[in-house]
């Protein structure tokens, strides 16, 4: 072969280093409707999978193995008439390391919200016992429960709930400062018991307004993620445009997500829906629409920023459709919403791609893993 010829032969294959297309590789498989994994900050040993019906598992990083023994069993505290709810999100608290706690987002037997303070025995072992109730909130209907909790770049506790249920938001809950219902709500969980509402909490010295609230007009949160000082919220939609809203902590305050009077930034034809609020309306930076096509789908799952060793993806919003097989990838910066991508080849298992994803989650090394509903949980990888 000529020298000449040589070159060009490698040429490809070096060009092919510095952007080779992101993978999904399978990590674990046959898990009982996985929703969520997490990890306390600093640690590599475990990852710890959520079950919706109330089991955390753990996944041993070094042996590439599911531990037989599980972290904690609630299945006796929560009951699932309808797909949205169960145990739905997991935080461990910053300072893990000394006071060995965490918190959780479950729907109880009566299908109400409770969010819940537990300790360990363990690394291995949540202690059941151990449970405080911090937060409880009745709901109307069996969908529409949020789920999401972690700790904000303030070190405060912020919860996702949804409007409680049905369509329209039937009750008006999502504007009504008096219910917890389609909010985000931010509060100080640092002491020994209970928790602590922040001073500067927007409702605070509010009479008429539940003062946990920070943000209102939220339909569904289903999964938001810090960037930097920036919460990246994903609200589900009803009938028409699903949403991505990317908004700086300081302006969360007070902030309005616009449901039910819109929906995406499409005004609704809410009649019912009179209770406003004044604060700043949120525009989401991204919207999709209801359709069958790449760009559609049906029910957002919100991701993060992918901080993982992939090069092609770092620093791209990943999130995916949870109806549509889609996932996809974006740039968001300066609140645009730029160059998407859908990894819909990248990410298929001998040419199928990964269905019903119910959340993505980072480790606290930046790997992220995608978690399907239907039993498994996949790494991204080169
Ligand atoms: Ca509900
Ligand atoms: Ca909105």
């Not at 949205?84 to 919200?113: C, V």
């Not at 409007?163 to 509060?187: W, Y």
């Not at 298929?348 to 989650?361: D, R, T, W, Y």
């Amino acid at each position: 072969m000529k020298p000449s010829l040589l070159v060009l032969t490698f040429l490809p294959f070096v060009a092919s280093l510095g952007q080779s297309a992101p993978r999904a590789t399978l990590l674990v498989n046959n898990l009982n409707k996985p929703v969520y994994l997490s990890a306390p900050k600093h640690s590599n040993d475990y990852l710890y999978i959520l079950e919706k019906e109330g089991v955390i598992k753990l996944y041993e990083r070094k042996s590439k193995k599911l531990l037989k023994n599980t972290f904690l069993d609630i299945r006796d505290k929560i009951k699932i008439q309808m797909t949205e709810q169960g145990l739905l999100g997991m935080a461990f608290s910053p300072h893990f390391a000394t006071d060995h706690r965490f918190y959780l987002y479950y729907t109880d037997n009566n299908g109400d919200t409770v969010v819940s303070r537990y300790s360990v025995s363990s690394k291995i072992k949540a202690d059941k016992s151990s449970e405080e109730i911090l937060l409880t909130q009745a709901q109307d209907f069996k969908n529409h429960n949020g789920g999401w909790i972690d700790f904000g770049p303030d070190g405060m506790l912020y919860i996702g709930l949804g409007d409680g249920g049905r369509a329209n938001d039937t009750k008006q809950r999502a504007q009504d400062l008096t219910t917890l219902l389609g909010k985000i709500l931010r509060v100080d969980v640092s002491s020994e018991e209970g928790y602590q509402v922040p001073a500067d909490n927007p409702f605070f010295e509010s009479e008429s307004a539940r003062p946990e609230i920070l943000s209102y007009g939220l339909r569904n949160p289903w999964r938001c993620s810090w960037v930097g000082k920036s919460l990246i919220v994903a609200d589900v939609g009803q009938n028409a445009w699903e949403e991505v809203n990317v908004v700086e902590n300081k302006d969360l305050f007070n902030a309005n997500f616009g449901w039910p009077q819109r929906e995406g930034t499409h005004k609704t034809r809410n009649q019912k829906a009179k209770k406003k609020n004044l604060g700043k309306l949120i525009e989401p930076v991204y919207e999709y629409q209801h359709d069958g096509n790449d760009t559609g789908g049906f029910s957002i799952t919100g991701g993060a920023i992918y901080n993982g060793s992939v090069k092609e993806l770092q620093g791209r919003y990943v999130f995916a459709d949870y109806v549509k097989p889609h996932i996809w990838s974006a740039k968001i910066a300066e609140n645009k919403f730029t160059d998407l991508k859908h990894h819909k080849a990248d990410f298929a298992q001998n040419g199928k791609e990964i269905k019903q994803v119910a959340s993505f989650a980072s480790d606290p090394q930046g790997e992220m893993y995608i978690i399907s509903h239907q039993g498994q949980i996949y790494k991204i990888t080169e």
